[in-house]
């Protein structure tokens, strides 16, 4: 068990670029979720996988904003024309099942100059 | 709809001192509670969940939270804090164990020696 990795672990960008971030879960966990954390506030749920399906996605997730897994294993997270209000941690969780709690990567703070 | 409410942004204790973080949940179905800490620069790790059964959970640290249906409460103590404690904690509600969480804004813990 290695954990949740997530990469890259910050990211500096100008505003108007793409970004991308990728998420590796743990090792046959099916489920994969994406979560934004401001500074000084509680993570908020963005979208989430059953393997290869995503099953559910927060109205946070502006047109602007994709999330794929392809293969049902790793995920990324794409963000297009980034705007100062996108600066945040960006962090990926996994979990074997439904039923079983959500272990999360150190996540991925993005910097909007 | 699910919602969670964490009374007191910041808490400060002394080493050794009782450690008393409130949250409050409202939930339109049966609840399933956790209590993540997390890190300067890093992911969430779950301290304890309720899911069914027993009211008082037991944690990792030694950590541990009531459930209390009629308060609609799941606060979380520590008998004696320990600077190693000093970190930011989330309370989340979700509909299931693997479920999207919501979270509340975060407390800040300060230990003092």
């Known amino acids: ?113 | 709809a699910q919602s969670v409410t964490q009374l007191g942004s910041h808490v400060s204790v002394s080493e050794g001192a009782l450690v008393l973080l409130r949250c409050n949940y409202s939930s339109s179905v049966p609840p399933y509670l956790f209590w993540y800490v997390q890190y300067p620069n890093q992911g969430l790790q779950l301290l304890l969940k309720y899911t069914t059964g027993a009211t008082l959970v037991k944690g990792i640290n030694g950590f541990e939270a009531e459930f209390k249906k009629s308060e609609t409460s799941f606060h979380l103590t520590k008998p004696s804090a320990h600077m190693s404690d000093a970190a930011e904690y989330f309370c989340a509600v979700s509909r299931n164990q693997g479920g999207k969480l919501i979270f509340g804004q975060g407390t800040e813990l300060s230990v003092k020696p």
């Not at chain 1, 793409?18 to 979208?47: A, K, M």
């Not at chain 1, 904003?65 to 962090?91: N, V, W």
């Open chain 1, 1 to 113: 068990d290695t954990g949740v990795s997530q990469d890259p672990r910050h990211k500096i960008t100008k505003r108007g670029q793409n970004v991308t971030f990728r998420c590796d879960p743990i090792s046959e966990h099916n489920r994969l979720y994406w979560y934004r954390q401001t500074l000084g506030q509680g993570p908020e749920f963005l979208t989430y996988f059953q393997n290869e399906a995503q099953l559910e996605k927060s109205r946070l997730l502006s047109d602007r904003f994709s999330a794929e897994r392809p293969k049902g294993s790793f995920s990324t997270l794409e963000i297009q024309r980034t705007e100062q209000g996108d600066s945040a941690m960006y962090l990926c969780a996994s979990s074997p099942t439904d039923n079983q709690p959500q272990h999360f990567g150190d996540g991925t703070r993005l910097s909007i100059l």
